[in-house]
């Protein structure tokens, strides 16, 4: 099995696909209440729908980044706003978070060889 695309409800499209083309996702599906975008790396997709009646959730996605504090400094000079910096964590990851603009919570991240193999993975 392999994660084929996650979907995030928004009530408006062009500032949510401004927003994650600001992050460095490359769209390849637009429609006039649909977008769809590849990452950079990896073969999951991100879309986005807008919806009637948006419901603000808690699932919180992360994307990996091999250079966070730089992708962060890079992001933030293009405008984009953090919630929080990189920081390391005590699961052993380096994560900073963000918002877009209907509220999902974002956090980029860096977890090298713990993201799939912590020190207490399950085998």
Sequence with gaps: MNLN??????TALAPAVAF???LGLHQIVASERYARFELPEGDATLSLHV???FMPTQTLI????????DKVRE???A?????SQPTDQ???WREARLHDPDG??????????NRKHPPWRVE
């Design 90 to 92: 005590r699961w052993l």
């Design 51 to 53: 919806v009637d009646n």
């Design 62 to 69: 992360y994307f990996e980044c091999d250079a966070l504090d």
């Design 79 to 83: 405008g984009v706003v953090f919630d």
């Design 5 to 10: 695309q996650i979907t995030l409800p928004i």
């Design 104 to 113: 999902n919570l974002l956090c980029l991240f860096y977890a090298g060889e």
């Design 20 to 22: 994650y083309k600001s």
């Design 75 to 77: 992001l933030e000079a």
